[in-house]
């Protein structure tokens, strides 16, 4: 980013942090757009996160690859985590970051046109986040990745994209599908620029299923929403209560008695 583009995001991005932090009650997890947060701001973003008690999870600028030859540069977010989340007022938090694996062309050619080449980062996080469940993050075009898919799929009961997409269309759709395939709730943060940022849950019924939709170019917003957890996890385990009407789609075929494995967990909650 340029120190103008700089100054406006950070600018952009309190405004809409203070605004939730005076929602009751306040999100437990707040979502921010693919390399929408400048690398300066990154410590800044840390103590709010510990101020607001929440975790932020943020699409960092592109970051230089130090002492890498031929030059590069990799595309990640932040998940910055208070020390108490979920239980009382927190004093510090812990940062690890999620990296994108696959690049669009697009992205790989501006990146060669500064000067740099795409670094992949290969790895897949799940995060363990105690009565909230388990959630993984990835960036825009790893969505796509069927590597990925099979290993979220039934492992997770959110998925969080940050995104810096135009083809909006295409992420609306895969995230239908894919919250039936996974079977979680499916989130992608999209840019403001153009829209596009969608909340979807495997539920039975259409109009439950759409959970939140954003759509119109060059809207600044922001928006707070509730994700099932308990009744989700009872669909997915197949332990849904006797007697109670079911809410959600059938499992994906296969899913019974299909062994299941996880990558990198990482423990958030005491």
Known sequence: MSNIEEERAVAEIQQHLASLALEAPKPDIVLLPEVAVPLGFISRLRRIASQMNCIIIGGLDFDPVPGSSPVAARNRAAVIIPNRWGTRHSSKATIRYVGK?????????????????????????????GSFGRFAVVVCFDLLDL?????????????????????????????????????????????????????????????????????????????????????LHEAQTDTWPLGKAREFKALPPGAKGTATHVVSTEVIAD
């Not at 849950?201 to 308990?230: C, F, N, W």
Request: proline share 4%; hydrophobic share 35%.
């Open 101 to 129: 694996t696959y690049s669009s062309h697009e992205e790989e050619q501006m990146l060669l046109g500064l000067g740099y080449e795409f670094r992949s980062v290969p790895e897949i996080w799940l995060f363990e986040a």
């Open 147 to 231: 590597e990925r898919v099979a290993t979220y799929r039934l492992n997770i009961h959110h998925l969080f994209v940050l995104s810096y997409n135009k083809d909006i269309h295409t992420f609306d759709h895969a995230a239908e599908a894919l919250s039936r395939m996974i079977y979680c709730n499916i989130i992608i943060c999209n840019t403001g620029s153009f829209g596009g940022s969608i909340g979807v849950s495997p539920y039975k019924r259409p109009e439950k299923r759409i959970i939140y939709r954003h759509s119109g170019a060059k809207l600044s917003t922001s928006q707070v929403i509730d994700l099932p957890i308990k009744s």
